[in-house]
């Protein structure tokens, strides 16, 4: 992924399958959410972390890359970034969903760390129709079955 920042927003840009989303720094949640797969991003800084607040889901998608854990569209992400050296960048993410999972438990701390290298930078990704087909019956499919 890669960070963009620009005057009241950041982009955040991601190299599988050439995603992004904004991060909104002047603003709050919009009353009238637009209901999408990224949601609705605003960010703030808390010292040195940036601190991202994210609602208004559509409830297709799964919680993590990592996680067979369905989202639904009352989930709420909030991530935390931070630089913890030169070169090493900790996000620390809570997730939130009192449809999925009931109640107001949360899953808290869950982290990922991410190394900088100056030469970097984001690659092609393409997605053939065979990877195109089988994310239908993995993840669309059953979405839609689900409702």
Not at 56 to 80: P, T, Y
Request: aromatic share 16%.
């Amino acid at each position: 992924m890669e960070f963009v920042q620009v005057p009241g927003r950041i982009y955040q840009f991601f190299e599988y399958h050439r995603e992004w989303r904004v991060i909104w720094m002047d603003r709050q949640h919009p009353k009238d959410l637009e209901s999408t797969y990224m949601g609705n991003s605003v960010g703030k800084w808390d010292g040195d972390t940036l601190v991202v607040d994210t609602i208004g889901f559509n409830g297709k998608d799964f919680v993590d890359i990592d996680s067979s854990h369905r989202m639904s569209d009352a989930f709420h992400l909030v991530e935390r970034y931070k630089r913890v050296s030169y070169d090493d960048m900790e996000l620390s993410m809570d997730f939130h969903d009192p449809k999925a999972w009931g109640g107001t438990a949360a899953w808290e701390g869950v982290k990922r760390n991410f190394k900088f290298k100056p030469d970097w930078k984001l690659q092609e990704y393409y997605c053939t129709k065979e990877e195109w087909e089988d994310f239908d019956q993995k993840v669309l499919k059953p979405a839609a079955d689900a409702k």
